[in-house]
């Protein structure tokens, strides 16, 4: 198993691709501290099933990226854990859509908060915490839209473009420390959130796929592992486009 043995700390687990990711680290061998805003009665059946099918260790971290308080409370929880960790997911994000025109400062400001400014915050709590052993890999998610544009997507697009940036500084400021950092930049996958897209929108999006589908979050989840894995122990600073060939 690719990660077995490792502990990894995974944001967005409730859903779409980190709810993939947590179920494929935790096949793989991996025990995760799988950070979510709330935890329901299904996220709590998963994790209990998940523990016993593979003898993993999970622990549920709840936060707001909203609340710094609460994200410090979060840390806390797996600082208390003492466990070595080697692996950050940063997965959890908002998107709020519309034109340019229509777009609101309040939009704006809680799609930064949320993709980027909290996560930062938290990234850079969790990597102290790598710094220790001198080894660790992080994994940002990105966008295509981050790379491409996207019509009615400014908000989200630059927030991922963001994390573009952060991944290219991060991984030469980590990497002389032994921490890998990369980021995947998925395309149209079939989440919740791409649920929500007009006929019309997917079909655009559908006739630059070169597959011609969407993509499955157990297919982003599949690239997350290699990249957490010793297997990709000398790749750092990536951009890795997952979008079924839209570039």
């Known amino acids: 198993m690719l990660l077995a043995g490792k502990w990894a700390v995974i944001t967005g687990c409730l859903q779409g691709i980190g709810k993939a990711t947590l179920e494929t680290f935790a096949a793989s061998g991996a025990s995760v501290f799988a950070c979510c805003q709330q935890e329901d009665e299904a996220f709590s059946d998963l994790i209990a099933t998940l523990q016993d099918r593979y003898q993993v260790e999970i622990i549920p971290v709840l936060f707001d990226l909203l609340d710094e308080a609460s994200i410090k409370l979060g840390v806390q929880t797996i600082q208390k854990a003492k466990k070595p960790i080697d692996i950050l997911v940063n997965i959890a994000g908002a998107n709020f859509d519309a034109l340019f025109p229509m777009m609101t400062l309040a939009e704006l400001q809680k799609t930064f ?4 400014f ?13 710094l220790r052993q001198k080894k660790g ?13 996207n019509p009615g997507q400014l908000a989200y697009a630059a927030s991922k473009a963001a994390w573009i940036a952060a991944t290219k500084t991060l991984s030469a400021e980590l990497g002389p420390q032994g921490i890998r950092v990369n980021a995947v930049a998925p395309g149209v996958i079939a989440t919740a959130m ?22 499955l979050p157990e297919e ?28």
């Open 118 to 130: 909290s996560q930062l915050v938290f990234t850079q709590y969790i990597t102290r915490l790598m």
């Open 220 to 247: 982003v989840a599949n690239v997350l592992l290699y990249l957490a894995s010793d297997s990709a122990s000398y790749i750092t600073g990536q951009i890795i486009r997952v979008d079924g060939g839209m570039g």
């Open 137 to 149: 890999s992080v994994i940002n998610i990105s966008s295509i839209s981050a790379l491409d544009g």
């Open 113 to 116: 908060a949320i993709n980027v």
């Open 194 to 215: 791409t649920a929500e897209l007009p006929e019309a929108v997917m079909a655009r999006q559908m006739a630059r796929c070169e597959l011609k589908r969407p993509g």
